[in-house]
């Protein structure tokens, strides 16, 4: 079992930047990719960004690309989600996610999410 706890999620005004946090516990050996998803109110959840557990590579929704960055400090096993020149539009509940493939993978385990809300 994985154990997935964000943190960071708080009231910006737009422009601003924040810094979400997931921390992985457990079984972080079986893990092969991380992954960012957000849902707002009314909508369904969207995939923000993504990468494996061990590599370089790094996938965005379009609407992020250029103000996400997804990164992970492997020494304290945390995967962070670094947002830049905030929108309205990026107010949601930010889930992170683990699953145990890279390829072709299936989100198994989430966290309990953390709300981002940017005001005007």
């Known amino acids: 079992q994985v154990q997935l706890v964000e943190s960071g999620g708080e009231l910006v005004q737009v422009g601003g930047s924040l810094r979400l946090s997931c921390a992985a516990s457990g079984r972080t050996d079986s893990i092969g990719a991380m992954a960012w998803f957000r849902q707002a109110p009314g909508k369904e959840r969207e995939f923000v960004a993504s990468?494996?557990?061990?590599?370089?590579?790094?996938y965005y929704t379009d609407s992020v690309k250029g103000r996400f960055t997804i990164s992970k400090d492997n020494a304290k096993n945390t995967v962070y989600l670094q947002m830049n020149n905030l929108k309205p539009e990026d107010t949601a509940v930010y889930y992170c996610?683990?699953?145990?493939?890279?390829?072709?993978?299936?989100?198994?385990?989430w966290g309990q999410g953390t709300q981002v809300t940017v005001s005007s």
């Open positions: 996610a683990a699953a145990q493939s890279w390829v072709s993978p299936s989100y198994d385990y």
């Open positions: 990468r494996p557990w061990n590599g370089a590579n790094q």
